[in-house]
């Protein structure tokens, strides 16, 4: 498929909320999934960091998550729940702000419900890392970055000046 411009900060269109994909969509969608790991995959080549990337970071407003960490997940219409009282502190970063770092609280555990690519039904269980993960991109996907979640005024660092 093809590599996609990432939207950058400031990008009104970053801050919209995203509509669920129909199952009618499904062929389209396998092309879009294609064109997030392609994209995932040529960011993190050139940065070296980059696990997972929302369809609106390319422009696509719909609720999709593409992650490729040992193996590649499409995420079609997920649901969180069960998130964790217990909370963690992360320097958050983002494709859509690729030198700039955000100190943020993410909860620690959370379960993820979404369709697949054959429309079926999973859920998963996330823990530390990964539930941060899924929470930093299920965020896109109601147009809210994570600067918008800083912990306090001093919660901002460029990468090359990382606490």
Known sequence: MSIRGILLLGNPKLYEVSVPVEKHELDNIAGLVQDLRDTLLDFRSR???GRAIAAPQIGVMKRLIYMHIDRPV????PVLEEMSEAMIEVWDDCMCFPDLL???????SCRIRFKDQDWIDQEMRLEDDLSELLQHEYDHLDGILAVSRAADGKSFALRSQRP
Do not use: K, M, P, S
């Open 47 to 49: 940065y070296g960091a």
């Open 74 to 77: 499409a995420f079609i219409n």
């Open 102 to 108: 955000v100190r943020v609280l993410r909860h620690q």
